[in-house]
């Protein structure tokens, strides 16, 4: 796992701790999840 995916986890636990509105939090989620989809297509493409 990179590392910055490690702190952009760490941040966003940090945040979900923190009474945000629920938008903000899907936005938070949206980007976790992206990250870790580009970080898959880069395994999936490195073991090509």
């Known amino acids: 796992m990179s590392l910055i995916l490690k702190l952009l986890i760490m941040f966003i636990k940090y ?6 509105s629920t938008m903000t939090c899907f936005h ?4 976790y999840y ?15």
């Open 15 to 20: 945040l979900t701790l923190s009474p945000f």
């Open 28 to 31: 938070i989620r949206s980007a």
């Open 34 to 48: 992206l990250g870790f989809l580009y970080n898959f297509r880069k395994l999936v493409w490195g073991l090509k």
